[in-house]
């Protein structure tokens, strides 16, 4: 099971584009799990995200994704997202322009809960 980190509010001291960063929530939220990703998500880089995600959404029942560091996403992250949307429910927040347009155009803004903060993701229930 994943040991909870600091508390989301805290900045990272250090971030590489590729790894996302585990975060546990607040107390009230102990059923849910944060995770950062920041960079370009693609076939070459969404390995970590993946491992992260996948042992998040077997451990806790709401998996919550902050995209707003995320410049770039291919089909291989989409591949992810519904993916790991089908073993936990799937939050994701504050996407950039880019995921927004790539979510629209593949149809996945239909299927996909996004929420524009973290406060409305743990608010959602």
């Known amino acids: ?50 491992q992260e995600l996948e042992e998040a959404a077997a451990h806790y029942p709401v998996v919550i994704l902050d995209l707003s560091r995320v410049d770039f996403g291919d089909s291989s992250f989409l591949n992810l ?13 504050a996407p950039t322009d880019a995921l927004r347009q790539l979510f629209a155009l593949t149809g996945t803004d239909t299927v996909l809960d996004v929420y524009e903060t973290i406060g409305e993701a743990i608010d959602a229930g």
Request: glycine residues 4%; negative net charge.
């Open 1 to 50: 099971m994943p040991e909870p980190a600091e508390p989301p509010e805290q900045e990272p001291a250090d971030e590489t584009s590729a790894d996302p960063e585990r975060r546990a929530l607040p107390a009230d939220a102990s059923a849910m799990w944060l995770v950062r990703a920041s960079g370009e998500l693609d076939l070459d880089t969404v390995g970590g995200l993946r």
């Open 81 to 93: 997202l519904i993916r790991v949307r089908a073993t936990t429910r799937l939050r994701l927040v």
